[in-house]
């Protein structure tokens, strides 16, 4: 019969299935290296409290880092009758360390355990994805400014509606994903705080220096209220709306993708390396790529749902439901981090078909609106020059012409406020030009904006 931290009680040994049902090792064996960490500070908090002598906590840290050893080159071996990776850790320690291990645990519980690994988890995971969006971030300044006068259609309703840089629209992607970055930094502050010490849900009676530990674990702050510590998850709801957000905005470049890269679009190439072919169809180049981003948001979306629903209505303090937040949160993370790994890889190779774009750009009234601002400027009201060009529109798609195809008394028919000058208003380079309005499109403004964009990053 394996020997159980918590069988003291139990006089019947555990049904098997009942070991399979509650075991988490298959999904915290992850947490080892934050578990060992966390092992290691309290072993020294123990050891400044005067619970452990400086010598026993040296041998235990000893072994800790022996476990570590096992763990990482794989010899360790996993078992679910020790049920989750503290028992398994704790476990093997008494091999090394022998009866030394049983005063490990002093002054804690699992219940503040998890919280502090789930923590470190977080804090490094959120770490890294901060450091791909930075990444993510450089890419779309990159795409922008290679392309810098790239015309292309801008789109509402996915009907042509007036032409735009397509550095703008790659700008349009920075902000989102500068927006994901400070979002989470931020979600990262409220990780950062230290649960240890608050053992089971109450507290403990041993003197322990919270604050060493924090130090020791390199966390800015403790935790104020042992209950909360216990129970709090908000950190991981946090994070996974953060990355259910960004997976939004993923999806959104990726739709543009698939939909530009179509034939009937072609305004981009992706890479032949990040695309993959048919087995029936000689012909086809899928854009799997952003179509799995696509597809995996749904999963993402489904982690936060997860968490939330596991956790709504939950009394305080700690419950086992809890031990279910892990599969979501992880899947989550690595979705997320395997989307921007393999967009921060393909972006910069997506090339732009500037003819094809700027054809698009010439075609549809994409100048509708400008002709009517030239009409405001020659003096009339906007609602009515609005009506005016609406005619004109109307009349050029039955002669089968773009408004600045139509010639001067064509043009002179719907308003005599129309001269010669009207055919450069209507020209796409004065459209792009004229925005020039603080966050438009006009060259200059995007050249601006890219600058700011690299400072703000720096
Ligand atoms: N494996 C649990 C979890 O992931 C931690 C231990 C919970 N404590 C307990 N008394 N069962 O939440």
């Given at each position: 019969?394996?020997?159980?931290?918590?069988?003291?009680?139990?006089?019947?040994?555990?049904?098997r299935?009942v070991?399979?049902?509650?075991?988490s090792?298959?999904?915290?064996?992850?947490?080892?290296?934050?578990?060992?960490?966390?092992?290691?500070?309290?072993c020294?908090t123990?050891a400044?409290?005067?619970?452990?002598?400086p010598?026993?906590?040296?041998?235990?840290?000893?072994?800790?880092?022996?476990?570590?050893?096992?763990?990482?080159s794989?010899?360790?071996?996993?078992?679910d009758?020790?049920?989750?990776?503290?028992?398994?850790?704790?476990?093997?320690?008494?091999?090394h360390?022998g009866?030394?291990?049983?005063?490990l645990?002093?002054?804690?519980?699992?219940?503040?355990q998890?919280?502090l690994?789930t923590?470190?988890?977080?804090?490094?995971?959120g770490?890294?994805?901060?450091?791909?969006?930075?990444?993510?971030?450089?890419a779309?300044?990159?795409?922008?400014?290679?392309?810098i006068?790239?015309?292309?259609?801008?789109?509402?309703?996915?009907?042509?509606?007036?032409?735009?840089?397509?550095?703008?629209?790659?700008?349009?992607?920075?902000?989102?994903?500068?927006?994901?970055?400070?979002?989470?930094?931020?979600?990262?502050?409220?990780?950062?705080?230290?649960?240890?010490g608050s053992?089971?849900?109450?507290g403990?009676?041993?003197?322990?220096?919270?604050?060493?530990?924090?130090?020791l674990?390199?966390?800015?702050?403790?935790?104020e209220?042992?209950?909360?510590a216990?129970?709090?998850?908000d950190?991981?709801?946090?994070?996974?709306?953060?990355?259910?957000?960004?997976?939004?905005?993923?999806?959104?470049?990726?739709e543009?993708?698939?939909?530009?890269?179509?034939?009937?679009?072609?305004?981009?190439?992706?890479?032949?390396?990040?695309?993959?072919?048919?087995?029936?169809?000689?012909?086809?180049?899928?854009?799997?790529?952003p179509?799995l981003?696509?597809g995996?948001?749904?999963?993402?979306?489904?982690s936060?749902?997860?968490v939330?629903?596991?956790?709504?209505?939950?009394?305080?303090?700690?419950?086992?439901?809890?031990?279910?937040?892990?599969?979501?949160?992880?899947?989550?993370?690595?979705?997320?981090?395997?989307?921007?790994?393999?967009?921060?890889?393909?972006l910069?190779?997506?090339t732009?078909?500037?003819?094809?774009?700027e054809?698009?750009?010439?075609?549809?009234y994409?100048?509708?609106?400008?002709?009517?601002?030239?009409?405001?400027?020659?003096?009339?009201?906007?609602?009515?020059a609005?009506?005016?060009?609406?005619?004109?529109v109307?009349?050029?798609?039955?002669?089968?012409?773009?408004?600045?195809?139509?010639d001067?008394?064509?043009?002179?028919f719907?308003?005599?406020?129309?001269?010669?000058?009207?055919?450069?208003?209507?020209?796409?380079?004065?459209m792009?030009?004229?925005?020039?309005?603080?966050?438009?499109?006009?060259?200059?403004?995007?050249q601006?904006?890219?600058?700011?964009?690299?400072?703000?990053?720096?």
């Amino acid at each position: 019969m394996s020997q159980k931290p918590w069988d003291g009680r139990f006089s019947e040994q555990t049904d098997r299935a009942v070991e399979a049902f509650t075991a988490s090792i298959d999904i915290d064996r992850r947490l080892y290296q934050y578990d060992i960490d966390g092992s290691i500070a309290h072993c020294r908090t123990l050891a400044r409290a005067g619970i452990l002598t400086p010598e026993e906590a040296d041998e235990l840290v000893f072994g800790l880092e022996s476990v570590r050893g096992e763990i990482e080159s794989g010899t360790f071996s996993y078992n679910d009758s020790l049920e989750d990776i503290h028992m398994h850790i704790e476990d093997r320690l008494f091999s090394h360390v022998g009866n030394l291990s049983r005063k490990l645990h002093t002054a804690r519980s699992r219940n503040d355990q998890i919280a502090l690994d789930t923590r470190l988890y977080v804090k490094d995971q959120g770490g890294k994805i901060a450091g791909q969006l930075l990444d993510l971030c450089k890419a779309f300044i990159d795409l922008a400014e290679n392309n810098i006068d790239v015309v292309l259609p801008g789109y509402t309703h996915l009907q042509r509606a007036q032409p735009v840089l397509f550095a703008h629209h790659m700008m349009a992607y920075f902000e989102m994903f500068a927006r994901d970055k400070a979002r989470f930094e931020d979600c990262l502050k409220r990780v950062d705080v230290m649960p240890l010490g608050s053992a089971a849900l109450a507290g403990t009676t041993y003197p322990l220096d919270r604050s060493y530990t924090a130090e020791l674990l390199g966390f800015s702050s403790v935790s104020e209220n042992s209950m909360d510590a216990v129970s709090d998850r908000d950190f991981i709801m946090e994070l996974l709306s953060c990355a259910s957000i960004c997976m939004v905005h993923l999806s959104r470049i990726s739709e543009e993708l698939v939909i530009w890269s179509s034939t009937e679009f072609s305004f981009v190439d992706l890479p032949d390396a990040f695309c993959t072919g048919s087995s029936i169809m000689p012909q086809k180049k899928n854009p799997d790529i952003p179509e799995l981003v696509r597809g995996k948001a749904g999963g993402v979306f489904g982690s936060l749902t997860a968490v939330l629903t596991l956790m709504k209505s939950l009394p305080l303090a700690y419950n086992r439901d809890m031990q279910e937040d892990k599969k979501p949160l992880m899947d989550a993370v690595d979705t997320l981090r395997t989307c921007l790994d393999i967009y921060v890889r393909m972006l910069p190779k997506i090339t732009v078909n500037r003819s094809l774009t700027e054809a698009a750009a010439d075609r549809g009234y994409l100048n509708a609106t400008d002709m009517a601002d030239y009409l405001v400027e020659k003096g009339m009201p906007f609602r009515e020059a609005h009506g005016v060009v609406g005619k004109a529109v109307a009349y050029a798609l039955g002669e089968k012409k773009e408004l600045h195809e139509l010639d001067l008394p064509e043009l002179t028919f719907f308003s005599s406020l129309i001269e010669d000058d009207i055919y450069p208003a209507l020209s796409v380079k004065q459209m792009i030009d004229r925005r020039k309005t603080y966050g438009g499109t006009a060259t200059q403004n995007v050249q601006e904006a890219i600058e700011r964009a690299r400072k703000r990053l720096s």
